[in-house]
């Protein structure tokens, strides 16, 4: 099982990545900003909660999001590894990941962080507003999203480098561009992978 976290900045590319990712290595993609936007959408009891919060620019509170992963990995038991996106964005949830794959005897194998600066994401941002009008992408939610990833989320950087497990990208320029040097990541960890299970 191939488990990757691919992590940035609001509108670094994420999504965009994830989705390339799970088509070439037949990963399961769980993007918990999907899944809470969908919650969103059909009016649910979580949805109600998150979409509040959502609308500000700030996170959705941690237990909320640990019951999302527990019924996504209950969900996807079959899966031949994951492409967490979006998740974790607190070092309680990245703890709380890891206890649930030391549970499943399995680790987080990778994680890539795109790199991208803050006046790119603005920009790109602003532009998916006017293309899909989604409620956070205005400038002062995302201003918000901005200052909160670099108070909250950034600290993981640290989490995971020190775990030996972070791999940086640029995260400017095209997106065929970008998902070569994601790919060649994930082929050479892979080819590791592959060795060590052979020895
Ligand atoms: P997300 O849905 O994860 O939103 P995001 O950070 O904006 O990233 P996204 O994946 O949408 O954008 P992408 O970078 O691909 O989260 C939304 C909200 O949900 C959060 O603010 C939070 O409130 C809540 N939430 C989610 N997970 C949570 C958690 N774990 N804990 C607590 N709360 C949580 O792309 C952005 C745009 O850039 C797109 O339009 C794309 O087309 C474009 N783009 C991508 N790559 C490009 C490139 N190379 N060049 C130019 N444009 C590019």
């Known amino acids: 099982m191939l488990n990757i976290l691919i992590f940035g900045p609001p509108g670094s590319g994420k999504g965009t990545q994830s989705l390339r990712i799970s088509d070439k290595y037949g990963l399961s993609h769980i993007s918990t900003g999907d899944i809470l936007r969908n919650e969103v959408d059909r009016q649910t009891s979580l949805g109600k909660k998150a979409g509040k919060i959502m609308d500000r620019g700030e996170l959705v509170p941690d237990e909320l999001l640990i019951d999302i992963l527990h019924s996504m990995m209950e969900k996807n038991r079959v899966a031949k590894g994951f492409i967490f996106d979006g998740f974790p964005r607190t070092i309680v949830q990245a703890k709380e990941l890891d206890a649930l794959m030391e549970k499943l005897n399995n680790d987080i194998h990778i994680v890539i962080s795109l790199e991208v600066p803050d006046e790119e994401v603005v920009a790109r941002l602003l ?24 108070q909250q989320t950034a600290p993981l950087l640290d989490y995971y480098s020190r775990q030996g497990k972070l791999r940086t990208v640029k995260g400017v320029g095209r997106i065929d561009e970008i998902f070569k040097d994601v790919s060649s990541i994930i082929d050479k960890e892979l080819s590791t992978y592959r ?4 020895n």
Do not use: F, P, Q, S
């Open 195 to 198: 060795l060590k299970r052979n």
């Open 127 to 150: 532009k998916r507003a006017e293309l899909e009008g989604r409620t956070d992408d205005n400038r002062e939610t995302v201003g918000n999203r901005l200052k909160i990833y670099n």
